[in-house]
């Protein structure tokens, strides 16, 4: 039979789909070319052609054979490369600690400091955000020394102008002009500045815990912000959307514990003001600037510093006189507001470094740990108990908090497993449309978002 398993006299069965008796002399020519095929033995039955029994055997890879028992350079090669990757991972995890502790220590420190600012003599947070914001100016000269002592070939004046180059390109493909200067750093300072008044505004009314508490509720706020402006994706919304249940739970509770009323509800209502502000500045950053570099950012934050140096004092000297801000310049807090002033710099400078030299994870949990830590000192020095309601409405603000540090294909997961039911029917509805003749495009479309989830997943 043509194609198929033939019998011969002597009952040996023979593919005779592709080769004929005639065909013999080219098979006895098969010389080290037989060697791939692994054969085992060669045997000739009566005056048939020979036959090749295989024994199905993957050939062994005589490439991999090193001889006097050495390392292959290919297993060499992994081997270095594993050992670098986990140095690289436990330099990065020790970095971590260290910037955790940092970020923690210096915004606690901050909180604190603008908090003691508040007294009989002075009771100004609009010059106390004011003058904390001109000490940004020195973010950049920083990033220029830093690169200074750990980039060689910065160090020269080529260097220097190549860095500031590649900085300025924060700005667009034009650089620095002063078009690009008013039209992105002077919304951005004054969404600073109002951001940050309030929450200093915040602190002469509530615990600085509480005010920490509420802030770190800003999470959820950027996932609603970025939903509408920066279109996040609708994959991520189930674990997101918890995310703004816990966070929005957490609000209410700690509210709760001091009551709705009065001076506490000021404090609530400005720290929560605040929240949505660094929000609305997180999001619109991503949307206007996109990923900046260390450089870059701190650029834009000396360059912001500068903007407020230059064109927010008369705003300083409407408060003053109007009456709606009180200081004694003879009895200034100058210890606490620099104080506040410098660990505020530490903490902008340890965020935007601290992306460099560790994992993103830590320098989220930064602001974290400094809830706690806040709760600490307000009890200890001055005597400000956190409650059951503000522990239990902390926790769901820290749940909603690590909620969105996921990563995204954890969250996708779930929106996977929750909608894959529904497009297996579509699929299948799909072919039963398609047995018939029946053209749905819609089916197409949901078959092919499908498709992408899985392979994004």
Known sequence: MEGGISEKPN??????????????????????????????TMEKTDDSEPILINDNEEPPNYNSIVPNGETS????????????????????????FVIVTGIAVSWVGSTQFSQSTYSDTFNAP?????FGTLWMFICYPFYVLGSWIFKKESRSYSGTVDLYRHSERVFGSKGLTVKNYFRLVAPFALCWMVTNYMYVYALGKIAAADVTALFSSNTAFIY???????HERLVLLPARGMSVLLSIGGIVLISYADGFLGTTAVGIALSIGAAIGSAIYKVLFKRYIGNATSGQVCLFLSLLALFDLVFLWPVLLTVYYTGFEQWD????????????????????????????VTFPLFIALGTVVGIPLNAVVDLIFRGRGFGPWKIGGTVLIVFGFLIMLMPERWQEKAYCCKSSNSLTLNVDEEAANNDSGIDNPTMENNASKKEEMNGKV
């Open 11 to 40: 009952g040996v069965a023979h593919l005779n789909g592709g080769t004929s008796v005639g065909d013999e002399k080219d098979i006895s020519k098969l010389d080290s070319s037989v060697e791939l095929k692994e054969v085992k």
């Open 126 to 130: 609009y010059f106390n955000v004011w």
């Open 329 to 356: 310049w003879t009895n200034m807090p100058w210890n606490y507001l620099c104080g506040s002033s410098a660990l505020s710099v530490v903490f902008n400078f340890l965020i935007n470094f601290g992306i460099a």
């Open 224 to 230: 609603i912000f970025s939903w509408i402006w920066l």
């Open 73 to 96: 350079p290919e297993t060499s090669e992994d081997g270095s490369r594993q050992i670098t990757n986990n140095f690289e991972n436990v330099r990065k995890t020790l970095f971590g």
